[in-house]
């Protein structure tokens, strides 16, 4: 697969456009000439591990950054005009409130800056917190809290969502609830811009995803169309009683790779229909006992891997910034 | 801010940093229970104070000042910057030095709720008078809270955390505590700290919020004091708004350190236009008695047994006599500065030594010395204020601090002390008679 190159983009339709992004931190290059588009309406995801630069990319176009070079348009507006900052939405990672505010007093603080604001009711009963309204920010649960933020962030009708980690640090139940919001503030034709470092979240969540690298933007698509245009193969494992013969393993059609394990056979394949079908046969003719079989086809992790030539770090199932 | 929205928006801000304020277990104590623990210890040490604790309002107020603006603020500053609260505020449409605005408002008026306590306080407790002049104690808190905020705002810059934001209140309260007239008195520091505490801020608080709680006083004369202030808090305030942080982890660019030193150069500055304009005069220990005599007091003073005004002790020309040549002199007693001291009565003792000196130096104008004493006594001073220390002058020879020479008038001679404070008696009771009109001008 071609790594995608940096999208020239200045689509007048686009909803958040970013041409040539440069942000240095004295020597270290923290994002290095990004250029991407978001369609209105879409959900785009920027995956990559800890240090990649997602979040100062998220920085630089919430205007928390200055760039060093490059451009930023929020819905054609330059994002240094004042009315630019007025259509974006952010959540960002690692905030907090003060300990002794409570869900009400933190949406009307925020919702009465801007013309246009959902009124605290409504996103209370919304997100699901009007239980707590009252209660202090500390009493809140992880899922709460993050219910709150997301609240914020959409208060003053966003055209654009920014969205730093939003599922980092929560149990699963409380990440599918997040992610369920997200998409119903997607549905109203809001742009979603978020990143993650979780390949579920990128997956389940985005339309379309960048990621990101040391700095760089080094594919752009759809997950489906990152792990169809990989070059990296399904892989088979299977395991019989008594162990199949290499001879019988190593003839099978359209196996491009095999090797044994303890798990047993280990096969690589861009055909899997075939390869099963005919491991199937060769099992059944070899009159052995077929005891596991498993299938597993190319991921996120593998096209990282692909596209970078490094792993997924193990150490990136913890939240991080960029 | 531009719009209405955002108008809404900062006062919203406003009103829940008072709200959250006062919800806040921690700064309730730090804010409201620590000053009346000083008001309490205040109350014992000085209790045979009369009336109680007047005399020493100043410094607790100040004290309770202090604490609200350069712990309060920052404290809550940094804490909120160490959460990401700043950091989510700046993508607000607002500009941040607006609520950091908001923020210091507020705790100018939480600092406002804790003095007006303490007043309170005082006066049930203790009994202690309330200020004479309310006008004026509005105006003198506004400048000494405004001075302290703008250095609560500039540790709020330099802290990384809040442990920090401790440790550099600490360097500024405690030397102002100690040997910065605030906490112990500056009457009884020694000399060399009395001078020291010319360069903190602390003192000048202390001696603009204290005058409100005499009648006669107010705020008039302390212009310098609250020019110390203003200056002081505007460096700070200034310095503070350039380094402000909004990020936990944002570092502090190497041009700090000059904001940082413009800040404490205004400590400086102020000090060494105290120290050479006069101001840093060493204040004796029993220096403020003079407020305390009363009318009763003078009434018990006689003018008997005087020398007679041409008589070769304590000579005193009559009031036509005021030839040409001593308009120069006239002149030259008008600007001396220790005649124009804050502490009116030591000014108007500097005064009376000055004739004293004359007299016993046998200078050829020691009459017309005397004589231009008391034109400048009752031409630079309150009536009042004058008779208090004249009497206080007949009653504690011993008090204040006497004035042996007086080379800036040509008085070069050096009589002995205890000689010019005799000698002080006998013309404070000469200028005091005509003053109560029981001596014929």
């Given at each position: 697969m071609h790594p995608v190159a940096n999208v020239a983009a200045s689509s007048i339709d686009a909803a958040v456009s970013v041409a040539g992004l440069w942000k240095r931190y004295g020597a270290t290059e923290a994002v290095r000439g990004i250029s991407f588009e978001v369609a209105p309406g879409e959900i785009f995801g920027l995956l990559g591990p800890n240090g990649a630069g997602k979040t100062t990319t998220l920085e630089c176009i919430l205007g928390l950054r200055l760039?060093?070079?490059?451009?930023?348009?929020?819905?054609?507006?330059?994002?240094?005009?004042?009315?630019?900052?007025?259509?974006?939405?952010?959540?960002?990672q690692a905030a907090a409130l003060q300990d002794k505010i409570t869900p009400r007093q933190?949406?009307?603080?925020?919702?009465?800056?801007?013309?246009q604001s959902f009124g605290a009711e409504e996103l209370l009963l919304r997100f699901d917190?009007?239980?707590?309204?009252?209660?202090?920010?500390?009493?809140?649960?992880?899922?709460?809290?993050?219910?709150?933020?997301?609240?914020?962030?959409?208060?003053?009708?966003?055209?654009?969502?920014v969205l730093d980690e939003p599922g980092a640090g929560l149990d699963p139940q409380a990440r599918r609830t997040i992610h369920s919001l997200i998409r119903e503030v997607a549905a109203e034709g809001r742009t979603v811009l978020l990143s993650t470092h979780d390949l579920e979240e990128a997956h389940r969540l985005c339309g379309r995803l960048g990621i990101m690298d040391s700095g760089r933007l080094v594919a752009v698509?759809?997950?489906?169309?990152?792990?169809?245009?990989?070059?990296?193969?399904?892989?088979?494992?299977?395991r019989t009683a008594p162990p199949l013969a290499s001879s019988a393993v190593g003839t099978l059609p359209e196996v491009t790779g095999a090797r044994f394990d303890e798990s047993g056979w280990v096969l690589e394949t861009r055909a899997a229909n075939h390869v099963l079908a005919d491991l199937v046969r060769r099992v059944d003719e070899a009159g052995a006992q077929l005891l596991d079989l498993e299938l597993r086809r190319p991921s996120l992790e593998d096209v990282f891997i692909e596209l970078t030539g490094r792993p997924w770090p193990v150490d990136d199932a913890r939240g991080g910034a960029a | 801010m531009s719009t209405l929205p955002e108008w809404k928006g900062w006062v919203r801000h406003f009103l829940l940093t008072i709200g959250l304020n006062f919800s806040n277990p921690q700064a309730i104590v730090y804010g409201y229970l620590v000053p009346v623990f000083f008001l309490v210890a205040f109350g014992s040490v000085f209790r045979s104070d009369t009336p109680p604790l007047l005399s020493r309002m100043g410094q607790i107020l100040t004290i309770t000042i202090l604490g609200g603006a350069c712990f309060g603020l920052p404290t809550a500053l940094v804490a909120e910057r160490e959460r990401g609260i700043w950091r989510r505020y700046r993508l607000l449409p607002i500009s941040i030095s607006w609520l950091v605005l908001s923020a210091m408002i507020a705790r100018l008026l939480i600092v406002a709720s804790a003095v007006l306590i303490q007043i309170a306080l005082a006066r049930a407790v203790y009994g202690t008078p309330l200020p004479a002049r309310p006008g004026a104690a509005a105006l003198a808190f506004l400048f000494v809270t405004g001075a302290f905020l703008g250095m609560g705002l500039l540790i709020a810059a330099l802290a990384d955390n809040v442990?920090?934001?401790?440790?550099?209140?600490?360097?500024?309260?405690?030397?102002?505590?100690?040997?910065?007239?605030?906490?112990?008195?500056?009457?009884?520091?020694?000399?060399?700290?009395?001078?020291?505490?010319?360069?903190?801020?602390?003192?000048?608080?202390?001696?603009?919020?204290?005058?409100?709680?005499?009648?006669?006083?107010?705020?008039?004369?302390?212009?310098?004091?609250?020019?110390?202030?203003?200056?002081?808090g505007l460096a700070a305030g200034i310095s503070g708004t350039k380094l402000f942080r909004w990020e936990a982890g944002q570092r502090i660019g190497r041009p700090a350190r000059w904001w940082v030193a413009a800040g404490l150069a205004s400590w400086g500055m102020v000090g060494l236009v105290a120290w050479r304009t006069g101001k840093l005069q060493p204040v004796p220990a029993d220096a403020r008695a003079w407020n305390t005599i009363t009318e009763a007091q003078m009434g018990q003073i006689g003018f008997d047994g005087l020398p007679a005004d041409n008589d070769f002790i304590a000579a005193l020309a009559p009031s036509h006599s005021d030839p040409e040549r001593t308009k120069v002199l006239a002149g030259k007693l008008a600007v001396w500065p220790p005649g124009q001291l804050d502490d009116s009565g030591q000014s108007i003792r500097n005064l009376v030594c000055v004739a004293a000196v004359a007299d016993l130096s046998e200078d050829p104008r020691e009459a017309e010395i005397a004589r231009l004493v008391y034109q400048q006594i009752r031409r630079g001073f309150v009536p009042a204020v004058a008779r208090q220390a004249l009497a206080w002058i007949i009653l504690g020879p011993e008090d204040g601090q006497?004035?042996?020479?007086?080379?800036?008038?040509?008085?070069?001679?050096?009589?002995?002390?205890?000689?010019?404070?005799?000698?002080?008696?006998v013309y404070a009771k000469k200028y005091l008679g005509r003053a109560l009109g029981k001596i014929p001008e």
């Open positions: 760039p060093d070079s490059g451009s930023i348009r929020i819905n054609g507006l330059d994002i240094k005009a004042s009315r630019a900052k007025r259509l974006i939405g952010a959540q960002l933190a949406l009307e603080l925020f919702g009465s800056f801007y013309p917190i009007e239980s707590k309204a009252d209660a202090a920010f500390a009493t809140l649960s992880g899922g709460q809290k993050q219910r709150l933020f997301l609240a914020l962030a959409v208060i003053n009708r966003p055209a654009v969502l698509a759809s997950p489906a169309e990152l792990i169809e245009r990989s070059q990296a193969t399904t892989r088979v494992t299977v | 442990p920090a934001v401790q440790a550099l209140g600490q360097c500024i309260f405690l030397p102002m505590i100690l040997i910065g007239g605030v906490g112990v008195p500056l009457e009884v520091l020694p000399a060399w700290a009395q001078r020291v505490a010319g360069f903190m801020p602390g003192r000048y608080a202390v001696e603009v919020l204290q005058p409100c709680f005499d009648a006669r006083q107010g705020i008039r004369g302390t212009g310098f004091r609250l020019g110390a202030l203003a200056v002081i006497a004035l042996t020479k007086a080379p800036e008038l040509g008085l070069f001679r050096h009589p002995p002390e205890r000689l010019v404070r005799q000698r002080s008696v």
